[in-house]
């Protein structure tokens, strides 16, 4: 048994789950547009992207723990890390607004349409990341 590969295996679960939570959550919340649905769908996606927060983090640290050093990445993939972590503070922050600043119909519409967007780029900046390191 590999316990690096079943470490970075656990955690991208967690991770593919969460990116689940923050795309799929704000999708529902866009056609689903009742008030106790919506505070359900905040809290899964203020979850989900602190989720993918700590289990990004944990990737480097696997790798860390293992080689003593973090992955080396350039250029491109440097910037579509930069480009996920900027989501997932983004992210947090908006899904938080949603659920303490009690926003009126409207800005929520807008909030959760930024958070569906948010969540899109940081799907994409995945895959950029995946195959440019
Ligand atoms: C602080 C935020 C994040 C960090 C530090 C992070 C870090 C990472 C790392 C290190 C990998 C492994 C890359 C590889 O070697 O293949 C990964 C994979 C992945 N991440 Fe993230 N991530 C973050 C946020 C997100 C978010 C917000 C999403 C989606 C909404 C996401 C979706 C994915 C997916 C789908 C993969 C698998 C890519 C593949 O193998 O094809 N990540 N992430």
Redesign the pocket.
């Known amino acids: 048994m590999d316990w690096q590969n079943l470490a970075y295996a656990a955690t991208?679960i967690v991770?593919?789950f969460?990116?689940v939570a923050?795309?799929g959550g704000a999708a529902c919340a866009l056609a689903w547009r009742e008030a106790a649905v919506q505070r359900r769908l905040a809290w899964i996606v203020l979850i989900g992207?602190a989720i993918?927060?700590a289990s990004?983090?944990t990737?480097?640290a696997i790798s860390f723990y293992h080689y003593g050093k973090f992955?080396d990445i350039h250029g491109i993939a440097v910037a579509a890390?930069g480009v996920?972590?900027a989501?997932?503070a983004l992210?947090f922050t908006l899904a938080a607004w949603l659920l303490f600043a009690h926003p009126s119909s409207a800005s929520s519409r807008h909030a959760w349409l930024a958070l569906f967007v948010l969540?899109a780029l940081?799907?994409s900046s995945?895959?950029v990341?995946?195959w440019f390191?």
Do not use: D, I, T
Request: positive net charge; glycine residues 18%; hydrophobic residues 50%.
């Open positions: 991208q991770h593919n969460g990116a923050v795309v992207w993918q927060a990004g983090a990737f480097g992955p890390l996920k972590m989501c997932a992210g969540g940081a799907l995945a895959a990341l995946r390191s």
